[in-house]
């Protein structure tokens, strides 16, 4: 059976469903999801991401992390931890970059959380020789230090979209119409998580990720009891506003509901929404990707690394120093978030 057909079967027997279940079920169903079945990443696949467009990036990151590490009296054991580590690409990068770090490899324990079973192979290749535990989510990581890297993660998490009406809500939800999948809008609600959003005029649609702030509590106990931080970075903004739904198939955007199961489904990320879920903890400022790249010296790493390429080789290099940090490519869109022990010095490239 293909998903759009037990998508439908299950919309004629229980109605519409939420736009997050939706994406749920395209993500992460256990026989027919797009993350469950396949590696999506690379030129072949539906998109790339900024560990694979360069080396430079994991690089960077790693130092970072072992710098804080550092600052925080360098901890041992600690977990080395990342959620949705794709092909593991970013964390081979961290660790061969931080070889020279002393104490920090003998004492890190690596722990991934990953949903999907093609990809945690690729991470047990790109992580040959490192011990490496699996988990299916961020609530079974051990009780210790945490240092925690999520490139892209909170993306892929579901989001309920809401439209404003009246003093209240309606929810968009994924329903049938001629035997295809369609979207409508659910009688009215008043949601807890908008509160707080009485600025959002009629007609305006929100998005709310109702498995993130159980993910960040889990990240903000272990950070606040033991020490650590969480670095995350991904598109979106501080605040969420409008339809961010979004369908990726083969580097080319499509309707989100054209092919369930087959597309890559994102929306973008709320940090503030990440924020509010670690009051425990001090965030950073929100850092468009671009400057915390350049502050961490990329232009310096680039210029030692051209020196030893020519050709098509020295080309592709350039330009993905370009897509990392120009404006008009991942710099801005792209926004980094780092999540401290309150008083803890912030991680180098971002300021408190
Ligand atoms: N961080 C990688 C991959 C980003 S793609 C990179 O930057 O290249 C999103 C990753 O999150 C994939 O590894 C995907 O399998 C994983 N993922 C998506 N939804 C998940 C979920 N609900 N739980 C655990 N992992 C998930």
Redesign the pocket.
């Known amino acids: 059976m293909s998903l759009r057909a037990a998508l439908l079967a299950r919309i004629g027997e229980t109605g519409p469903m939420s736009v997050a279940d939706y994406m749920a079920e395209c993500?992460?169903h256990p026989t027919l999801g797009y993350?469950t079945t396949r590696d999506p990443?690379g030129v072949a696949g539906d998109f790339t991401?900024?560990?694979?467009i360069s080396q430079m990036f994991g690089e960077l990151v790693g130092l970072a992390l072992a710098q804080c590490w550092l600052d925080q009296g360098a901890p041992v054991p600690f977990t080395l931890a990342e959620?949705?580590?794709?092909?593991g690409?970013?964390m081979a990068d961290i660790l061969r970059a931080t070889k020279g770090v002393p104490g920090f490899h003998a004492g890190l324990r690596l722990h991934l959380?990953?949903?999907?079973e093609p990809?945690r192979a690729k991470q047990r290749a790109a992580l040959a020789g490192h011990d490496i535990t699996h988990h299916a989510?961020a609530d079974t990581l051990p009780d210790a230090p945490l240092f925690l890297v999520a490139?892209?993660?909170f993306d892929?998490?579901p989001v309920r979209q809401f439209v404003r009406a009246g003093s209240g809500w309606r929810e968009r939800l994924v329903g049938a119409e001629g035997g295809a999948l369609a979207f409508g809008l659910g009688g009215p609600v008043a949601p807890p998580a908008l509160a707080e959003r009485d600025e959002v005029a009629e007609g305006k649609l929100v998005e709310t990720c109702p498995v993130c702030p159980a993910i960040m509590a889990g990240i903000e106990a272990r950070i606040a009891t033991h020490g650590g931080a969480a670095l995350i970075v991904d598109y979106g903004d501080w605040r969420s506003l409008g339809d961010t739904l979004q369908a990726l198939r083969a580097h080319a955007a499509e309707d989100p509901l054209a092919n369930p199961g087959e597309a890559d489904l994102t929306a973008h990320v709320d940090f503030a929404a990440l924020v509010r879920a670690a009051p425990r903890l001090a965030p950073s400022r929100l850092t468009p990707q671009g400057v915390f790249l350049e502050r961490l010296g990329i232009t310096q790493r680039a210029q030692t690394l051209a020196t030893r390429l020519s050709g098509d080789a020295l080309e592709a290099h350039i330009a993905a120093h370009r897509r990392l940090t120009h404006e008009r490519e991942m710099g801005t869109l792209f926004k980094v978030l780092a999540l401290v022990p309150e008083g803890a010095p912030m991680l180098p490239g971002l300021e408190p």
């Open positions: 993500l992460t993350y990443l991401t900024a560990p694979e959620l949705g580590p794709g092909r690409t970013l959380v990953e949903a999907s990809l989510g490139n892209e993660f892929a998490l």
